[in-house]
């Protein structure tokens, strides 16, 4: 497949194979940031671009900088896999996904240069802007797919992403002692918590127990929300911080 580059920020452009055509008059309201966990760049464009991967990307950025495309925004590149965000599955259908070089937590997990940081919060900003991405709607791997990913992980600086007008963002509570939710309490808070959580967009089912689904689900919102401690814990500064995030949902993202 040969293509023309969606934005002038691509400095290159890898053709993937394995992509497919969205659903007729789907739009694009969704963008994925992940990181790639390999143990090189290059290692993870020719993964990403080689047919026995079954998986593919729209944007790949370097730890210079440098952007790839793989697959135009009009098609539905592999990204996301099984995921949920704010009641809808199958989140390729609808999203843009931006792969970001690093080794990730298996291969040595490490915090992202600027000249990559700044490449992507340029590339997002761009991306946001031409498909009108609700702020909510920029996501974590981990937050749409809590179970199976960690992505981009709590090194990812999203407060810098904000700060160049993409995504949602409140700083985060201090963290401090109080009482606190954890695996295998039970009640109505923990319900309350799962509507919270499910509210903001979450995948979790309301069943009062504070079960594996709801640590996994508490874990990923650390990494993206709260990142200074994650260990899928409800403390005060976590429920805190959902609850600024939700008091401070721009006006497009209030539905």
């Not at 790839?68 to 098609?75: C, Y």
């Not at 992507?120 to 946001?128: E, P, R, S």
């Not at 960690?150 to 160049?164: A, C, R, T």
């Amino acid at each position: 497949m040969s293509f023309i580059a969606d934005t002038d920020l691509v400095g290159d452009i890898r053709p993937a194979v394995n992509f497919s055509d969205r659903p007729s008059g789907e739009k694009i309201d969704m963008l994925v940031l992940h990181y790639t966990g390999m143990k090189s760049g290059k290692a993870a464009l020719d993964w990403l671009t080689c047919e026995e991967s079954r998986v593919s990307c729209h944007y790949l950025v370097f730890e210079d900088g440098l952007t790839v495309q793989m697959v135009p925004e009009s098609v539905k590149a592999w990204h996301a896999g099984i995921s949920s965000w704010r009641g809808r599955d199958n989140c390729n259908t609808f999203s843009v996904g931006i792969e970001i070089v690093n080794p990730g937590h298996e291969f040595g997990y490490r915090g992202f240069p600027d000249a990559q940081i700044k490449a992507v919060n340029a590339l997002a900003a761009d991306i946001v802007k031409r498909n009108a991405i609700p702020a909510r709607n920029v996501v974590a791997h981990s937050d749409i797919a809590p179970d199976r990913k960690q992505d981009p992980g709590e090194l990812f600086p999203w407060k810098d992403l904000h700060e160049s007008g993409v995504g949602h963002f409140v700083e985060p509570e201090r963290i401090s002692s109080g009482r606190f939710f954890q695996k295998g309490d039970e009640g109505p808070p923990i319900s309350a918590l799962q509507v919270l959580l499910a509210t903001y967009g979450y995948g979790l089912r309301e069943t009062g127990r504070y079960d594996s689904d709801t640590e996994t689900v508490v874990t990923a919102f650390q990494r993206h929300f709260r990142p200074e401690r994650v260990d899928g814990i409800a403390d005060q500064s976590s429920i805190a911080t959902l609850h600024k995030l939700l008091m401070n949902l721009p006006d497009q993202d209030t539905t």
